[in-house]
């Protein structure tokens, strides 16, 4: 039988320059937040930014830092539609309420 | 069975002895503690989210300084050990054992000043704002609640952190341990850094005094 070996392999891709350009959108990112935060939105316009913002960092994060765009896909599809379908669900049961209670504030 | 049989059957693909995710066991196993900790974590922001949205009055006292400014730069602090831990994960693939401990203490210093600004920035808020985890001057005790339990289980998840690194330190320092192992090091300390990208605008950010 052939031997399974768990020996690491060398990415091409995956060089110190990409993840520096990565780090660097990063920062962008947290420093644009940082500037919305001080703009006169409404907050559910902000919050869709802020939201919107992070899962685009966690994204870059998962994807360079965390390498899983140099793995196999099969772990992809295992790890990753699971989690987001539970958050999805966790959404459609928490956000319609509290967004109904936020309109039904006394003006 | 013929010698010719014998090799097509090694090299099948049913043949077993293949990973189907072709990562090894270590590294999927911290893949599926970060997808249950990530659910963990969802579940918490979400309900921290709920309460923010539908509660009226809910405070809003992180000052630009320091509040935002500490966060601001706590965040910087997270981002850039990040950038160290590729570093030294990079250095351990390359089989430079020196300069991946170097990168790895590195880490460690932005994961340290992490908490010391985050400590630093809990007691402001607990001197001079008066916040509780049950009580505050707003009467709205939910938002010391949420924040306590949102930033303390994030900054458990750091000290852990540091502690899981300073061993992996250590051992690779002394020849000890493979590459996968800083790898799988690595692959907690990002997620760390990832949960922080959800918290502080969330937590911090939505509740900045403008």
């Known amino acids: 039988m052939s031997a399974y070996t768990e020996d690491v392999e060398h990415v091409a891709g995956a060089t110190t320059k990409s993840f520096m ?20 939105i409404p907050v559910l316009i902000f919050l869709i930014a802020l939201v919107g913002l992070s899962v685009v960092k966690a994204a870059l994060i998962i994807a360079y830092f965390m390498h899983l765009k140099f793995e196999k896909l099969s772990l992809f599809l295992t790890l990753f539609p699971m989690l987001i379908l539970c958050i999805i669900l966790m959404l459609l049961m928490f956000m319609p309420d509290s967004s109904r209670l936020m309109l039904m504030r006394p003006m | 069975m013929s010698q010719a049989n ?9 043949a077993g002895g293949r990973s189907p995710y072709a990562v090894n066991s270590k590294k999927f196993g911290m893949w599926l503690f970060i997808i249950s900790d990530a659910l963990t974590f969802s579940a918490m922001l979400m309900a921290y989210t709920y309460v923010r949205l539908s509660t009226p009055n809910w405070p809003t006292p992180f000052h630009f300084s320091p509040s935002i400014i500490f966060s601001t730069v706590m965040t910087f602090c997270l981002l850039s050990s990040s950038l160290t831990m590729v570093m030294a994960v990079h250095a351990m693939n390359h089989g430079n054992r020196s300069a991946a401990v170097k990168w790895i203490l590195a880490t460690m210093v932005g994961g340290g000043a992490f908490v010391a600004l985050h400590l630093t920035e809990w007691l402001n808020l607990i ?3 008066h916040v509780t985890p049950f009580n505050n001057e707003w009467g709205v005790p939910l938002f010391g609640g949420t924040f306590f339990a949102l930033t303390g289980l994030h900054m ?3 000290v852990i952190g540091l502690i899981y690194l300073g061993i992996i330190a250590f051992a690779v320092g002394r020849g000890k341990f493979k590459a996968e192992d800083v790898e799988v090091s690595g692959l907690y300390w990002h997620f760390v850094d990832l949960v922080w990208m959800f918290i502080f605008p969330l937590v911090y950010l939505m509740s900045a005094k403008i």
């Open chain 2, 127 to 129: 001197n001079n704002e």
């Open chain 2, 6 to 14: 014998t090799a097509a059957t090694m090299t099948s693909v049913w």
């Open chain 1, 21 to 40: 350009y990565v780090w660097f959108a990063l920062l962008l990112m947290t420093a644009v937040e940082v500037f919305l935060a001080y703009e006169q």
């Open chain 2, 156 to 158: 458990t998840h750091v």
